[in-house]
């Protein structure tokens, strides 16, 4: 089968340009604070040794088939902020291109309330129970994505990416995106929790649960998580 690539050619012009097309106020805008939100104290303790990184490799799978039990919601967090503190230390890239931050909708939750929780590279806080998200086979493409134990969804500042490097800043976003995300799925995995990285998510469906402009905070990659189920 041929394709005609004449209208995809503008678009992979644009990647490769770093002409900004913003209008140069984005160092003034901001993601919408959560006044609300209940901070979650993590201990300054290690989440545990998972396995090694080559066999995690070696076993890594994706899977959509999930055990009902609540997976624990602390663990999940100390990954996460663990794979977000990478990411901005790797790439050192928050000032210019803004950080990464991250929502757990934890649908079966142990230890902790299940609920909405935002991530950063710093800190983690609920900011809504779990009665707010609706039906969660609202959230994704798939259905089977909840019957996961809680998704994970990457956001960014796409207005201060493009400030940075016009649409490449756009490419280092879903680049950084998608490391810190498999950075978390393969901890999940080194600690025993199955899931799949995936790309759809419904970000309409949390779009106000989450405040997401699409601007200053923009959803680019998900993953599920889970306990595995029997018998895997």
């Known amino acids: 089968m041929r394709s005609d690539l004449s ?5 992979l012009d644009g990647f490769a340009s770093r002409a900004v097309t913003s209008d140069g106020l984005a160092a003034r805008r901001s993601p919408a604070p959560f006044p609300d939100a209940t901070p979650v104290e993590l201990p300054d303790e290690d989440a545990g040794t998972g396995r090694d990184f080559h066999r995690t490799l070696l076993e890594r799978r994706s899977s959509l088939r999930y055990a009902d039990a609540p997976v624990r919601t ?24 803004g950080p990464l931050e991250a929502f757990v909708f934890a649908l079966r ?8 929780y935002r991530v950063t590279a710093r800190e983690a806080s609920l900011i809504a129970p779990a009665s707010a998200l609706g039906d969660p086979e609202n959230l994704g493409v798939q259905r089977e994505f909840a019957g996961a134990g809680g998704i994970v969804s990457m956001y960014a500042a796409l207005d201060r990416a493009d400030s940075w ?20 799925h393969l ?16 970000g309409t469906a949390v779009r106000t649960l989450v405040q997401s402009d699409g601007v200053t905070r923009h959803p680019l990659l998900s993953a599920t998580y889970a306990l595995p189920e029997a018998g895997q």
Do not use: K, N
């Open 7 to 11: 209208t995809m050619r503008p678009l």
């Open 74 to 97: 602390e663990l999940v967090l100390r990954l996460l902020t663990g794979a977000l503190e990478r990411d901005s230390r790797d790439w050192g890239l928050d000032e210019q291109a």
């Open 109 to 116: 939750s142990e230890g902790m309330p299940a609920g909405v």
């Open 165 to 184: 490097a016009g649409a490449h800043g756009y490419r280092i976003g879903v680049t950084r995106a998608s490391m810190a995300l498999y950075d978390f």
């Open 187 to 202: 901890e999940c995995q080194s600690h025993g929790l199955v899931g799949t990285l995936f790309g759809g998510f419904i």
